[in-house]
């Protein structure tokens, strides 16, 4: 599998007709969407996925939870025969119009192998924290992918936003770890999306006795950063080269990084 192929859902779990998609909602951005990585035909933390979507549906009153739920299992149906070891899917729900299902796209690729490590620039779009949809992943995605262009032609990965109150987010496709002064720290949810890998990672370090401290992280406190790795769901957990030039201690070294890395690979292996 090399292009995009898409198949289309109702609300209920039907597969339906591109015709009946609700346009206006489409055209409005009104909706919200998942990125999943599949492993031959099985899901990697689906469970966590459709909870985050369900969450992000109803705040925004796309769709109710049991629709979700039954767009998640049709989903599972339609890929359970895919034999590529990475597939990355798209689940995007919008809202019926006026008052009929919503529906669902679903975008289907050949997901690359993460990349090994990757640098981050900084960019100037401030993320607003009374923004209502910060913390979902709204359709309405222009920003970020304005972000990520802007990243990419100037050579980095893509780069970390900061808040209209100096502290860092996230970037415009990952969450962020760093390693400050000895402690690992990620932002707090602020405006930031709540990454299912974000929150494994969490899950993982406690099991693993490895304390990661949410908080608040200026920008000024990039410069007393030594390593630090993204996440996301898709490339899972990759080391920062750089942020903003500056060239970091490879994460690959640290070692609560690299007992993370291990056991985020042995959740690859299960799901396989």
């Known amino acids: 599998m090399t292009e995009n192929c898409f198949f289309f859902l109702s609300g209920s779990g039907e597969s339906i007709d591109p015709s009946e998609l609700p346009f206006d909602s ?5 909706g919200a969407f998942e990125t999943m990585l599949f492993t031959r035909g099985k899901p990697v933390l689906l469970r966590e996925h459709e909870e985050r979507l369900a969450a992000s549906c109803v705040s925004l009153s796309i769709a109710a939870r049991p629709q979700i739920a039954a767009i998640m299992r049709a989903l599972v149906r339609h ?32 997901a690359p192998p993460p990349p090994p490590a990757v640098s981050l620039g900084i960019s100037s779009v401030l993320r607003s924290p009374s923004d209502p949809t910060a913390m979902h992943k709204s359709a ?3 920003q970020n992918l304005l972000i990520r262009k802007a ?12 808040d209209t109150q100096g502290n860092v987010a996230e970037t415009s496709t990952a969450n962020i770890f760093l390693f400050c002064a000895g402690k690992l720290v990620t932002p707090s949810l602020a405006c930031i999306l709540p990454g299912i890998v974000r929150n494994w990672v969490l899950s993982a370090s406690h099991s693993l006795g490895i304390t990661v ?17 993204v996440t996301n769901s898709i490339i899972g957990l990759v080391p920062i080269s750089a ?9 690959s070294s640290v070692p609560e990084f690299s007992a993370l890395s291990s056991s985020y690979a042995a959740l690859l292996q299960e799901s396989a």
């Not at 401290?213 to 790795?229: G, N, Y």
């Not at 942020?243 to 994460?251: D, F, N, S, T």
Request: aromatic share 6%; proline share 6%.
């Open 26 to 30: 489409i055209c409005l951005g009104r």
């Open 79 to 110: 890929l359970a025969e895919e034999a590529s070891l990475r597939t990355r899917v798209r689940l995007s729900v919008f809202a019926g119009v006026p008052s009929n299902l919503p529906a669902a796209v679903v975008s289907v690729s050949e």
């Open 140 to 142: 309405a995605y222009l």
């Open 151 to 162: 990243a990419l032609e100037r050579g980095d990965y893509d780069d970390l936003i900061v």
């Open 213 to 229: 401290l949410e908080q608040p992280v200026a920008r000024d406190e990039l410069a007393a950063c030594t390593s630090a790795f």
């Open 243 to 251: 942020i903003a030039g500056r060239p970091l201690v490879p994460a």
